[in-house]
Nanobody, 127 residues
């Protein structure tokens, strides 16, 4: 059974930092696109960041560019999201996701491209 388990969420003041982790089990994702999405209260889930399997191509939503950094350790089957200079509008449940297709990199920002999802971790940024 494939599982993605996020951790690292919590409450932080504006301007602070958090590092989210997403550990995968049940299969390896070393040749797969992985990404992060978030859903704020009353809003639709939105794309945050994605990284290809070679760790050379990254994508970010404009709202987090320059503040968030995605990375991954294929040996640990884990993807990370370093979040710096956090703002109250970053408050959301953060989800990691993985595409089941090997070496496939297309519409990275579309939720339907991803087959596996974690349960989410809450990030709350106070002003």
């Amino acid at each position: 059974q494939v599982q993605l388990v996020e951790s690292g969420g919590g409450l932080v003041q504006a301007g602070g930092s958090l590092r989210l982790s997403c550990a995968a089990s049940g299969r390896t994702f070393s040749r797969n696109l992985m990404g992060w999405f978030r859903q704020a209260p009353g809003k639709e889930r939105e794309f945050v960041a994605a990284m290809d399997w070679s760790r050379t191509i990254t994508y970010y939503a404009d709202s987090v560019k320059g503040r968030f950094t995605i990375s991954r350790d294929n040996a640990k089957n884990t993807v990370y999201l370093q979040m710096d200079s956090l703002k109250p509008e970053d408050t959301a449940v953060y989800y990691c996701a993985a595409d089941s297709r090997l070496h496939y990199l297309n519409i990275y920002y579309r939720q339907s491209e991803y087959d596996y999802w974690g349960q989410g971790t809450q990030v709350t940024v106070s002003s």
